[in-house]
C-alpha cells in the first residue's frame, strides 16, 4: 500500500523566490514519485517522475525534485517563481511505472505567487 | 505528445436525469483508462479502473450501479452518472494509459452540477 503526505495546503512566495512544495511517501515496496500540476478546471499535466536511477530529477518549467530514501522524501522545488505558477500541485506515488498501477495522490497544494 | 479528449467540459443537469461523459485519447490506444472524481480544493480519488473489452473495477465505496463505465474501444471510455443527484456534483477526470510501462495522460476533467 502506498500514501502520500503534502505538507501545507497552500505556499505563498514572492516572484523570483524559491518555491519549496513538500511531499512525503509511504510505499511497501520501491515507490514510483510523480509531481503533477493542476490549473483551475483543467486536467493534471505531468511535471516530472521518479521511477529508477538518478534521484534528482528534472522536469518541466523549471521544476526539480530530489528522491530520498531515507528520509522517504520527494520534495518539489523551483529556485525562481514567476507568476504563471501558480496553480495546484500533486504529488503521486505508485508501486509501478506510468499507470500500470494505480496512482494515489497526495491531498495537494496551492502555490500562490504575488508580486 | 499524447492527448485525452474528455467532453463534455461543462453539464448541468436535472435531479433524476442521467448524464454521459466521454474520454477519448486522440492520438494512441489506451488500454487501460482511470476515472477520478475531485471534490473542491480536494485531492483526486480514483472510482475506477477501465480496461478496454472487460469490466471495469471499482473503487470500495463506489456505486457501480451508479457510475456506469464502459470501454467499448481502445479510444474510448464513457461515464455515466445514473439517475444524478445534487451530492453527485464534482469535478470528473479521466486519464488514459498506453501500457503498462507508459505514463497516464489526463483529461481536462468535467464540471458536472445537479440541480
Known amino acids: 500500500a502506498q500514501s502520500v503526505t503534502q505538507l501545507g495546503s497552500h505556499v505563498s512566495v514572492s516572484e523570483g523566490a524559491l518555491v519549496l512544495l513538500r511531499c512525503n511517501y509511504s510505499?511497501?515496496?520501491?515507490?514510483?514519485l510523480f509531481w503533477y500540476v493542476q490549473y483551475p478546471n483543467q486536467g493534471l499535466q505531468l511535471l516530472l517522475k521518479?521511477?529508477?536511477?538518478?534521484?534528482l530529477v528534472k522536469g518541466i518549467n523549471g521544476f526539480e525534485a530530489e528522491f530520498k530514501k531515507s528520509e522517504t522524501s520527494f520534495h518539489l522545488t523551483k529556485p525562481s517563481a514567476h507568476m504563471s505558477d501558480a496553480a495546484e500541485y500533486f504529488c503521486?506515488?505508485?508501486?509501478?511505472?506510468?499507470?500500470?498501477?494505480?496512482?494515489?495522490f497526495g491531498t495537494g497544494t496551492q502555490l500562490k505567487v504575488e508580486l | 505528445g499524447a492527448v485525452v479528449s474528455q467532453h463534455p467540459s461543462r453539464v448541468i443537469c436535472k435531479s433524476g436525469t442521467s448524464v454521459k461523459i466521454e474520454c477519448r485519447s486522440l492520438?494512441?490506444?489506451?488500454?487501460?483508462m482511470f476515472w477520478y472524481r475531485q471534490f473542491p480544493k480536494q485531492s483526486l480519488m480514483l472510482m475506477a479502473t477501465?480496461?478496454?473489452?472487460?469490466?471495469?473495477?471499482?473503487e470500495q465505496g463506489v456505486e457501480k450501479d451508479k457510475f456506469l463505465i464502459n470501454h467499448a474501444s481502445l479510444t474510448l471510455s464513457t461515464l455515466t452518472v445514473t439517475s444524478a443527484h445534487p451530492e453527485d456534483s464534482s469535478f470528473y477526470i479521466c486519464?488514459?494509459?498506453?501500457?503498462?510501462?507508459?505514463?497516464?495522460?489526463f483529461g481536462n476533467g468535467t464540471r458536472l452540477t445537479v440541480t
Open positions: 477501465s480496461n478496454e473489452g472487460s469490466k471495469a473495477t471499482y
Open positions: 503521486a506515488v505508485s508501486g509501478n511505472t506510468g499507470g500500470g498501477n494505480k496512482l494515489t
Open positions: 492520438d494512441f490506444q489506451a488500454t487501460t
Open positions: 486519464s488514459a494509459v498506453q501500457g503498462r510501462e507508459s505514463p497516464l495522460h
Open positions: 510505499s511497501s515496496v520501491p515507490p514510483y
Open positions: 521518479y521511477t529508477t536511477g538518478a534521484t
